[in-house]
């Protein structure tokens, strides 16, 4: 479940409505509900106070000015669809560079060990079924390894992992809800 430590700004708006939300629920929701939730796939009419709303779209947005993303009309024969391509594509590359880094050159073998960021965007981009693009440039050899290792970290048991503490509970109590 999670539970409430500090409620001060974070200065990011999403976050800042989240933890509204979460300090305005009555008991403790687990991190699966949260999910559904903030990511609005849920259709529970008495927790539709809790939702964000346009989640995509105020991601979106903020990319775009933040110079990563761009805004473009998009025709689809009968009507036409805003969408956001990459538009920096050196801060992507930046980004995927991080990630084979990590596996590859910088690997600690023990989660406890790895930097909290990097740990959490490994777990994000497997829930979002990218993690094989992130390593799709390696050669082969290299490919295989990240692959291996991402594997075995990501098929640790999180409740072992989350009981370790280091501040990684909530990284791993996502990877719990993404694998169920």
């Given at each position: 479940q999670v539970l409430?430590?500090?409620?001060?700004?974070?200065?990011?708006?999403l976050l800042d409505e989240t933890l509204r939300h979460i300090k305005a629920t009555e008991s403790a929701e687990t991190v699966q509900t949260w999910i559904e939730l903030l990511t609005g796939e849920t259709w529970n009419p008495f927790k539709l106070q809790y939702q964000l709303r346009n989640v995509r779209e105020r991601l979106a947005k903020a990319l775009v000015e933040k110079g990563i993303l761009t805004?473009?009309?998009?025709?689809?024969?009968?009507?036409?669809?805003?969408?956001?391509?990459?538009?920096?594509?050196?801060?992507?590359?930046?980004?995927?560079?991080?990630?084979?880094?990590s596996v590859l050159e910088r690997w600690v073998?023990?989660?406890q060990r790895m930097e909290r960021r990097t740990l959490a965007l490994l777990v994000l981009a497997h829930a979002s079924d990218v993690l094989e693009n992130v390593f799709a440039s390696l050669a082969d050899d290299k490919y295989d390894v990240a692959m291996n290792?991402?594997?075995?970290?990501?098929?640790?048991?999180?409740e072992v992992e989350a009981a370790k503490g280091k501040g990684t509970e909530m990284i791993w109590a996502v990877l719990a809800a993404f694998n169920k």
């Open positions: 409430l430590k500090s409620d001060a700004p974070t200065g990011d708006v805004t473009e009309k998009q025709n689809f024969l009968l009507f036409d669809m805003t969408t956001h391509p990459v538009s920096n594509a050196s801060e992507k590359q930046r980004l995927l560079k991080k990630l084979q880094e073998n023990e989660p290792r991402t594997k075995d970290l990501l098929d640790m048991d999180p």
